[in-house]
């Protein structure tokens, strides 16, 4: 096992971080917290460039859109904002569901959120019409949405401990069993072959999503938060209530654990050269993901 070495510090968010996601070209990074902000960091200046203030709870989901023009966050103040980029103004809020939202994704094509919340629904919104469309009920509260990079899935995980696919559509496709708890996180590959979840039963998961067969069970000992695939399936990460665990996709071996405080959002660069984890610290860390030592840390 490594871990990593302290290198740098530099200013940031002043509550814990939920959530984090890079932009499609690697030179951005976007963080939700419970300081009700949502934030963007310039990767090359390591600066912080944007805080979206407006939502009037944690923000749980921050997105990028695939042209980098629009960010989208969700928060448990039960509202989903878009915000352009350029002018920093919010252009929409979309309101539909009746308790706080736990997880929301875009789709490549930008105009499509997934979104999962508390009331138990799943919904999906087309935002240049402000409409939604309820896709399911569950019997608890949905705390992770995934899209595909080919746009063909939805992912959603949720109390049951089960994981379920649907096409764009919100048609149900299948269901994936296998998890002991709730399904707190999930990911897919780049490619859209894979995905990946995490558990309340410490362990992450990984699928295939054409056969819904379960192709390896990562013991990662520690409740598993957030989960992440890098963009040439080599390797993924897992973050948990302890510490971050890097694991080799086709040994299906741990190769690195960082140690830290408890981890809530994990991200890998596009390049894969770098991982970002944010968590309980309100520290926002950014890895190399051959050495394993932070290279930044945003506190």
Request: aromatic content about 10%; proline content about 1%; glycine content about 8%.
């Amino acid at each position: 096992m490594d871990s990593g070495e302290l290198l740098h510090t530099l200013s940031g968010h002043t509550g814990r971080i939920w959530t984090l996601s890079y932009s499609s070209d690697g030179k951005f990074l976007t963080s939700g917290s419970s300081d009700c902000t949502a934030r963007v960091w310039d990767l090359e200046t390591h600066e912080c460039v944007k805080i979206f203030v407006g939502h009037a709870n944690s923000v749980y989901a921050t997105r990028f859109t695939n042209d980098i023009k629009y960010l989208v966050t969700a928060s448990t103040d039960c509202s989903i904002k878009i915000w352009n980029l350029e002018t920093n103004d919010c252009v929409n809020t979309l309101t539909g569901h009746h308790k706080g939202i736990w997880s929301a994704e875009v789709s490549p094509s930008g105009f499509i959120i997934a979104s999962g919340s508390n009331d138990k629904t799943v919904k999906i919104w087309d935002w240049e019409y402000t409409g939604n469309n309820k896709i399911t009920d569950y019997f608890g509260t949905v705390w992770t949405i995934s899209t595909s990079p080919d746009q063909n899935w939805i992912a959603s995980g949720a109390d049951d401990g089960n994981v379920r696919l649907w096409d764009q559509t919100g048609r149900f496709v299948d269901v994936l069993t296998g998890h002991e708890g709730t399904v707190y996180c999930s990911n897919f590959s780049r490619d859209s072959e894979l995905l990946i979840s995490g558990s309340f039963d410490k362990t992450a998961i990984l699928w295939e999503v054409s056969t819904g067969k379960c192709l390896q069970v990562f013991n990662v000992e520690s409740i598993v938060r957030s989960v992440s695939i890098s963009s040439d399936s080599s390797f993924a990460v897992t973050g948990a209530d302890d510490f971050t665990k890097i694991w080799n996709i086709e040994t299906k071996e741990c190769i690195a654990t960082l140690e830290g405080a408890a981890i809530l959002g994990v991200g890998i660069s596009p390049d894969r050269k770098f991982i970002a984890t944010g968590g309980d610290d309100s520290n926002l860390k950014i890895w190399n993901s051959e050495t394993f030592e932070c290279e930044k840390v945003y506190t």
